[in-house]
Nanobody
């Protein structure tokens, strides 16, 4: 069964950095795309980054490009989202998810439990 377990998150100040982790449980990340998404209350879940399981390429939403970095550590079976220069619009519940192949699917995403990120001035 494909499961991903998130860690990290918390409360930081504007301009600070934070790293989120997404660990694979019971399967190898090799060949799986890992995406990061975020969701504000009452809003749809927004994709912000994805690392492909086919060619290793990464994509980013314009809102986080240049500030967030997705990386994969195959030795620990973990994908990270390094967030820097956090802004007032970044607080949300962040989710990671895994799908076999590339970031466009067509498989079914398996979701992590979500983690809250809060940014204060």
């Amino acid at each position: 069964q494909v499961q991903v377990v998130q860690s990290g998150g918390g409360s930081v100040h504007l301009g600070d950095s934070l790293r989120l982790s997404c660990a694979a449980s019971g399967f190898s990340l090799a060949g799986y795309a890992i995406g990061w998404f975020r969701q504000l209350p009452g809003k749809e879940r927004e994709p912000i980054s994805c690392n492909s399981g086919t060619d290793g390429s990464s994509i980013y939403a314009d809102s986080v490009k240049g500030r967030f970095t997705i990386s994969r550590d195959n030795a620990t079976n973990t994908v990270y989202l390094q967030m820097t220069s956090l802004r007032p619009e970044d607080p949300a519940v962040y989710y990671c998810a895994a799908v076999e192949g590339g970031c466009s699917g067509p498989g079914v995403w398996s979701w992590g439990q979500g983690t809250q990120v809060t940014v204060s001035s």
